[in-house]
């Protein structure tokens, strides 16, 4: 995420979802900052006539695991196959019964996989 000057804000991943949504993950340790600036853009494309919207999602937590041999640990739990997920995709499993979307990915060097759900879910 960048300001209009191109200097750096934070990073962020985004996923083109379904239809026309997109999926922003920001760190949480800045997401206050981050919203700020999301909603301020929001705001100015609307006065353009753009017909966009931010929707936070804070009953959502998100869960991240990496290292050798991971995958086969979570696929074991997954209602899907992990090895159809590409690289930086994403799409909504079953992870241990909890509907999760699941997201490849990884800028560390190492493969992450991402899974989102409610945060009442992951306590359990």
């Known amino acids: ?26 760190n949480a340790g800045c997401a206050e900052k981050d919203l700020a600036h999301i909603t301020a853009r929001c705001e100015a494309a609307k006065s353009s006539g753009l017909d966009v919207n931010v929707e936070v999602k804070d009953t959502l937590g998100l869960i991240a695991v990496q290292g050798p041999g991971v995958a086969a640990v979570l696929q074991q739990g997954v209602h899907g196959n992990l090895g159809n997920l590409y690289f930086n995709h994403t799409a909504l499993m079953d992870v241990f019964g909890i509907p999760c979307r699941v ?22």
């Open 1 to 26: 995420m960048t300001t209009e000057e191109g200097g750096i804000i934070d990073d962020c991943i985004v996923h083109h979802t379904t239809g026309n949504y997109h999926n922003l993950v920001c």
């Open 103 to 124: 997201t490849r990915c990884g800028y560390t060097g190492r493969m992450v996989w991402r899974y989102r759900c409610q945060m009442r879910e992951q306590l359990s």
